[in-house]
């Protein structure tokens, strides 16, 4: 079945570093990609849309320069934490919509991040 | 707007209990609903779903339905198992695609 490798499952960094999360849809083109952050006792909360080849779309009090989001091609997203604070320090999950005949939605594992 | 509205807990339950988790949401349009799990170190996945009012979505002996009315989508199983603690994340989506979970119910079985 379709899987989303989410890559790296934990990252542990110094305040003020940048950190770099990927996600990849391993056996199929995903049309478009979700970013979620948790928080411990929290829900997911959506992040950002990205579509392959265009901005992504970020929600209400995401800030755009500090989570930046590249969906270069179809199978690959990436989100980096820009000058990372301890504040920043959340679980980060992926989601990609994708698959045929019918589409589905495909969760990755989660990036534990833990900024000092 | 949207928003889901599940039971907090820890839940914690004997083997072979019988489940319920509650969960309400509030929407414009007719959303899809789900149920997704979370097993210990694991990403989530989709236990099962209801597309629209009546449907019933059932998966690993679990069962909802999607209930217009109330406005629930209530998770059950009829017999539980050390197998099954786990974070159980109610979310509903609407026509774009975007998911809202609820705050995610741990659920903890004792054999």
């Known amino acids: 079945g379709a899987v989303v490798s989410q890559h790296p499952s934990r990252v542990i960094c110094k305040s003020g570093t940048s950190v770099k999360i990927e996600c990849r849809s391993l056996?199929?083109?995903?049309?478009?990609m979700f970013w979620y952050r948790q928080f411990p006792k929290q829900s997911l909360m959506l992040m950002a849309t990205?579509?392959?080849?265009?901005?992504?779309?970020?929600e209400q009090g995401v800030e755009k320069d500090k989570f930046l989001i590249n969906h270069a091609s179809l199978t690959l997203s990436t989100l980096t934490v820009t000058s990372a604070h301890p504040e920043d320090s959340s679980f980060y999950i992926c989601?990609?919509?994708?698959?045929?005949?019918?589409?589905?939605?495909?969760f990755g594992s989660g990036t534990q991040l833990s900024v000092l | 707007g949207n928003s889901v509205t599940q039971m907090e807990g820890p839940v914690t339950l004997s083997e072979e209990a019988f489940l319920t988790i509650n969960c309400t949401y509030t929407a414009t349009g007719y959303p899809s609903l789900f149920w997704y799990v979370q097993y210990p170190g694991e990403g989530l996945q989709l236990l099962l779903k209801?597309?629209?009012?009546?449907d019933k979505g059932s998966n690993k002996g679990f069962e909802a339905t999607y209930r217009k009315e109330t406005t629930s989508f209530h998770l059950e199983k009829g017999s539980v198992q050390v197998s099954d603690s786990a974070v159980y994340f109610c979310?509903?989506?609407?026509?774009?695609?975007?998911?809202?979970f609820g705050k995610g119910t741990r659920l903890h079985i004792l054999p």
């Open positions: 990205s579509n392959e080849g265009s901005k992504a779309t970020y």
């Open positions: 056996d199929f083109q995903a049309t478009t």
């Open positions: 989601s990609a919509k994708g698959g045929v005949p019918n589409e589905k939605l495909f």
């Open positions: 209801a597309t629209k009012a009546d």
């Open positions: 979310a509903l989506m609407n026509r774009d695609d975007k998911i809202i």
